[in-house]
Every structure is written in C-alpha cells, then in structure tokens.
C-alpha cells in the first residue's frame, strides 16, 4: 500500500503560477497528477517515471505550460503550473501506478486526497 499526500493548492489569478507536491510513503514506478472539475470526468495532467532519465507524459490541454518532476531520494513528485487559466481549476490528485506511466486512469493504483486548484480573478 502507498500513501500519497498532496500540497501546494491554492487561488490564484489567470496567468499565474502553483506548485504542487505530492508525498509517496514508498517508490513506486510511476507517479503523476490528475485532475476533475465539477461535473466532469477525472483526466490525466502529467506522469513521469523513476528512472534517472525519466520519461514524462501530459495531457493535451497542457500545452508547455506545466512540468512535472520528481525527487526519487525523497519520494516527492512535483508539478510546476504556469499561466493558469481559469478552465485549470480543478482538484488536483496526486497518483501512483506499479507499471510503466500512459496516463490511463484505469491502471491508477492509489490516489491521494485531491488539493484545489482555483484560477479566478
């Protein structure tokens, strides 16, 4: 079992910044962050490997805007999001899978407790 806690939600203004965090009780192979606004479905922001030249994934809609990395010694996972838009507010879940990363919510295998994002002037 892996213990995920998130950090780093917040409100900012449009064209702003955040960065979340995420600590893992344990490694795991791939961690990332996905996101749900209301009324709407759960879909994948960023993943990123453990290896040390780690392969990252993200979501269309993240257009260069946002970087996720990680801290493999401190099992920490990190997202840096830049020129937020109101249509980013969401909550934002921190996950974990065993296998490789794809940003197929179905072989999630834990989630941590969701941090809100809120981007509004």
């Known amino acids: 079992q892996v213990q995920l806690v998130e950090s780093g939600g917040g409100s900012v203004q449009p064209g702003g910044s955040l960065r979340l965090s995420c600590t893992a009780s344990h490694s795991i192979r791939c961690m990332g962050w996905f996101r749900q606004a209301p009324g709407e479905e759960r879909e994948g922001v960023a993943e990123?490997?453990?290896?040390?030249?780690?392969?990252?994934y993200y979501g269309d809609f993240v257009r260069g805007r946002f970087t996720v990395s990680r801290d493999t010694t401190k099992n920490e996972l990190y997202l840096q999001m830049n020129s937020l838009k109101p249509e980013d507010t969401a909550v934002y879940y921190c996950?974990?899978?065993?296998?490789?990363?794809?940003?197929?919510?179905?072989?999630?295998?834990?989630w941590g407790q969701g941090t809100q994002v809120t981007v509004t002037s």
């Open positions: 996950s974990a899978r065993r296998s490789g990363c794809g940003l197929d919510l179905r072989k999630v295998n834990y």
């Open positions: 990123i490997t453990d290896s040390a030249d780690p392969a990252r």
